[in-house]
Every structure is written in C-alpha cells, then in structure tokens.
C-alpha cells in the first residue's frame, strides 16, 4: 500500500458513487466537488489543504469529439485545457497566453499517464478541454475540433482540479467516460449507462497508479 492515499474528485455524487464502488477508501479517497472549474479548483484545494494525497484525479462523465473518441469510451487526458479562458476579438478568439495573463494548459502528469495507459489499455489518450458552458451547437463543436486538433473530450473541472493539484504540488491526472458526441444537444442520444460503466470500470486501475 502506498503511504499516501490517491485523491479521485467528481463533479456530482453520482459519478463518484460509480468510481467509488469496491474501493478501499484507505488507498483511494474518492470526492465530489461541484459542477465548473471554479468550484472543482476550490473544492480540491480544500481537500489537498485538510490531508496529505500522493496524487490527485478528475474523473467523470465527459462529450466525445466524432471521430475521436466514441461514445462509451474512455479518455486519458494528455493535458487539461481551458477552452475558454481567454478573449474575443475581431479576429477570433484570443487564448490567455497570448493575452500576457498566464496559461490555459495544463499537462497531467507522465507517470499518471503512463500507468493508466498500462492499466487501461483501450483508452484513447488526447487532450480534454475544460468549458465553464457546454458546447450545444455544431458551429461551436467545429470551432473547437479545428482549434483544438488533439482534443478527445471536452467537460467542465479538469483545468481547475488541475490548477489546484499545481497549487499543492501533487500530481494530476484526468480520466474521462464519453456519453455523448460533442455538438446539437440531445439528451435522448446521450447513453449514460454506458459512460457510468465505463467509469465504474477504471476502479481496478486507480489504487495501482503512482
């Protein structure tokens, strides 16, 4: 057993309740922390603040972008990429790099990556992109395919549980079950079912990482 737990946090309680199922909670501490990147940076700051973690993970329900990542699947996230942090302008939209302000990528951790790769094999492994609103249109979900050419999924607290892992110096991870495609919002097509097995699949995985 390791010396530290792993910290797992969710968005809601029900996607913690599918990673959380035949957990030892000594070795993998599993939280939900709220909807959106500034309440999963300030629930998981929280967290890292009150215990010690050797790791930390965002793990959830995610939309898939066609033809990289299928609905069911699972995506091992390379990066966390705030997708709209930033400005418009005339010409587009200006990422907060190139406004002077800071960054809106984020890299998981390699040895995270690597050992989930080990113990998942047939995730796909791309960037997930983290937005405060979700996109509901295919001009939006074009955009985003285009700009970003190595994004696999897209949900909302990857890039703030990841800002607050860099905060506390611990390593980050994000770990994504697609429901649906990315684009026109339509509840009848997304297959939860599928996601939540998917995700209650990566239990096995998470007390062996790093």
């Known amino acids: 057993m390791n010396s530290y737990p792993l910290l797992v946090v969710t968005a809601v309680n029900a996607e913690a309740e599918a990673v959380r199922a035949d957990l030892d909670p000594g070795e993998v501490v599993v939280e939900a922390v709220g909807v959106g990147p500034a309440a999963a940076a300030a629930g998981t ?32 996230a390379s990066r966390s990429i705030a997708a709209d942090l930033g400005a418009e302008s005339p010409d587009g939209f200006l990422p907060i790099e190139e406004l002077g302000f800071g960054t809106s990528v984020l890299d998981a951790d390699p040895h995270l990556v690597k050992a989930l790769q080990t113990a998942l094999p047939a995730a796909i492994t791309g960037d997930v992109l983290t937005l405060a609103t979700v996109t509901g249109t295919a001009a939006t979900a074009d955009r985003l395919a285009a700009r970003f050419p190595l994004a696999a999924a897209e949900a909302m607290e990857g890039y703030g549980v990841a800002s607050a892992a860099a905060g506390a110096g611990v390593p980050f991870a994000e770990l994504r079950a697609i429901s649906n495609p990315i684009g026109p919002r339509d509840r009848a097509a997304w297959r939860l079912g599928d996601a939540f097995a998917a995700l209650r699949a990566t239990a096995a995985a998470l007390p062996t990482l790093p």
């Open 45 to 76: 700051a929280r967290l890292l603040a009150g215990r010690a973690f050797r790791a930390v993970v965002s793990a959830g329900i995610a939309g898939g972008f066609p033809g990289r990542a299928a609905v069911g699947s699972l995506v091992i």
